[in-house]
Nanobody
Framework: VQLQAFGGGLVQSGASLRLSCAASGTFSWYGMGWFRRAPGKDLEFVAAFNSKGSTTYYADSVKARFTISRDNTKNTVYLQMNSLKPEDTAVYFC???????????????????WGQGTLVTVSS
């Protein structure tokens, strides 16, 4: 599975952006996640779907502002980001996991495929 993330950019605080992650091949049964790395910080979980696509998970810092969704017909997962804050500035990565069944979808080690990242910059 190859992943390509895009949709990042420079926006002002309070604005919205939608990130997209296009996957090669069929990924309908893959767990999908978004992570981010802010300047000088470690990789941080943002949002994810489990492998069935039946459950979503969000970091507390983005809950109620970000929404993860997927379109299996387009092999694409989205991250709608609303009410952006300067602290959301980071490189955002999408990831896919071939794990079937129970897993910790908030952990980066669960994912075995990663996209190249897209930069989101939020100015104050």
């Amino acid at each position: 599975v190859q992943l390509q993330a895009f949709g990042g950019g420079l926006v002002q605080s309070g604005a919205s952006l939608r990130l997209s992650c296009a996957a090669s091949g069929t990924f309908s049964w893959y767990g999908m996640g978004w992570f981010r790395r802010a300047p000088g910080k470690d990789l941080e979980f943002v949002a994810a779907f489990n492998s069935k696509g039946s459950t979503t998970y969000y970091a507390d810092s983005v809950k109620a502002r970000f929404t993860i969704s997927r379109d299996n017909t387009k092999n694409t997962v989205y991250l709608q980001m609303n009410s952006l804050k300067p602290e959301d500035t980071a490189v955002y990565f999408c990831a896919a996991s071939s794990v079937v069944g129970s897993a910790d979808w908030t952990r980066s080690y669960t994912y075995n495929y990663w996209g190249q990242g897209t930069l989101v910059t939020v100015s104050s």
